[in-house]
């Protein structure tokens, strides 16, 4: 049976919406999984842990369409700690457009980053409107797909999953200026 490393790689961890979606994450995973915020003072430590467990879930919303600079150090880190047993990893990002198709170059640069260094790349979970989802009815939509990004965790059987509110672009502007 499998061991799920949530990293909070988000740098406003503690207060983050990519902490909610790590707690919705652990509810429904149906194997053990363990949850740690990437710091600047943690790399080391965090890479140590790595072997024990078959799987790496990065967890952090868009920056500048790229992956934030937190995760970006721990990745250098771990390149230069090689691990013998390397776990499959998998993401869930989020981002404040309504598109969730703008989460694909920071998930290119994870792509790279997996075949440069022997990781296997899992499942992906994009997605949009991901600032604002978690405080809508929509909640449902993005519980719905990580329900179902666990699963194929769990399975082994990955697969890319996207989700957003039911919005038109224009519809979403006017909620987001007002709200």
């Not at 990002?93 to 290119?108: L, T």
């Given at each position: 049976?499998?061991?799920?490393m949530?990293?909070?790689?988000s740098p406003?961890?503690v207060k983050?919406?990519s902490?909610?979606?790590?707690?919705?994450?652990?509810?429904?995973?149906k194997?053990?999984?363990?949850?740690?915020?990437v710091s600047?003072?943690?790399?080391?430590e965090?890479?140590?842990k790595?072997?024990q467990?078959?799987d790496i879930?990065?967890v952090f919303?868009?920056?500048a369409?790229?992956?934030?600079v937190t995760l970006?150090?721990?990745l250098?880190t771990?390149e230069?700690?090689p691990?013998?047993?390397?776990?499959?990893?998998?993401?869930i990002?989020?981002?404040?457009?309504?598109?969730?198709?703008?989460?694909?170059i920071a998930?290119?640069?994870?792509s790279?980053?997996c075949k440069?260094?022997g990781y296997?790349l899992?499942s992906v979970l994009?997605i949009?409107?991901?600032?604002?989802?978690l405080?809508t009815?929509?909640?449902?939509?993005?519980e719905l797909?990580?329900?179902?990004f666990?699963?194929?965790?769990?399975?082994?059987?990955y697969?890319?999953?996207?989700?957003?509110m039911p919005?038109s672009?224009k519809?979403?502007i006017?909620?987001?200026t007002?709200?």
């Amino acid at each position: 049976m499998g061991k799920v490393m949530i990293l909070n790689a988000s740098p406003r961890a503690v207060k983050s919406n990519s902490k909610c979606y790590a707690q919705i994450f652990s509810k429904y995973c149906k194997i053990d999984a363990e949850y740690f915020n990437v710091s600047k003072t943690n790399h080391n430590e965090l890479c140590e842990k790595i072997e024990q467990f078959s799987d790496i879930l990065f967890v952090f919303p868009l920056y500048a369409d790229s992956i934030p600079v937190t995760l970006l150090n721990f990745l250098k880190t771990l390149e230069t700690k090689p691990q013998t047993k390397k776990p499959v990893i998998s993401v869930i990002i989020n981002c404040g457009f309504i598109e969730p198709q703008q989460n694909d170059i920071a998930i290119k640069i994870i792509s790279i980053f997996c075949k440069q260094n022997g990781y296997t790349l899992g499942s992906v979970l994009k997605i949009g409107s991901g600032e604002a989802i978690l405080q809508t009815p929509f909640k449902f939509l993005v519980e719905l797909k990580i329900k179902k990004f666990s699963s194929s965790i769990v399975k082994r059987k990955y697969r890319v999953f996207q989700t957003t509110m039911p919005l038109s672009k224009k519809m979403f502007i006017k909620a987001s200026t007002k709200y």
